[in-house]
């Protein structure tokens, strides 16, 4: 399985993006998906999941009413959009598709694959 995740780049505080992970070599509308994120100098943390066909979404509180996860299974792209981007939200961020069909995290357990990572900072 190969996770591509792209869309990070450089926002300031307040700003938007939206990034994609596309999935390949696996059933992708078989597996909840996901995303965690490694701000820097810290441990990696859950961010957002959803179940295989979208109906279960999962958020941590710290992004909690910001961040919106979605997927496409028809174009095996999992996306998270950020709205009101802070600077404590800058971080490596990884999509994973779970090991499950209906649950992703907070465990990295959970996670079966893991995508490349894309960074993404937020300035002040």
């Known amino acids: 399985v190969q996770l591509q995740a792209s869309g990070g780049g450089l926002v300031q505080a307040g700003g938007s993006l939206r990034l994609a992970c596309a999935a390949s070599?696996?059933?992708?509308?078989?597996?909840?998906m996901g995303w965690f994120r490694r701000p820097p100098g810290k441990e990696r943390e859950y961010v957002a999941a959803?179940?295989?066909?979208?109906?279960?979404?999962y958020y941590s509180d710290a992004v909690k009413g910001r961040f919106t996860i979605s997927r496409d299974n028809a174009k095996n792209t999992v996306y998270l959009q950020m709205n009101d981007l802070k600077p404590e939200d800058t971080a490596v961020y990884y999509c994973?598709?779970?090991?499950?069909?209906?649950?992703?995290?907070?465990?990295?357990?959970?996670?079966?694959?893991w995508g490349q990572g894309t960074l993404v900072t937020v300035s002040s």
């Open positions: 959803i179940n295989l066909a979208g109906g279960s979404i």
């Open positions: 070599g696996r059933t992708f509308s078989s597996y909840a």
């Open positions: 994973a598709q779970s090991k499950y069909e209906g649950w992703l995290g907070p465990s990295e357990i959970d996670v079966k694959f």
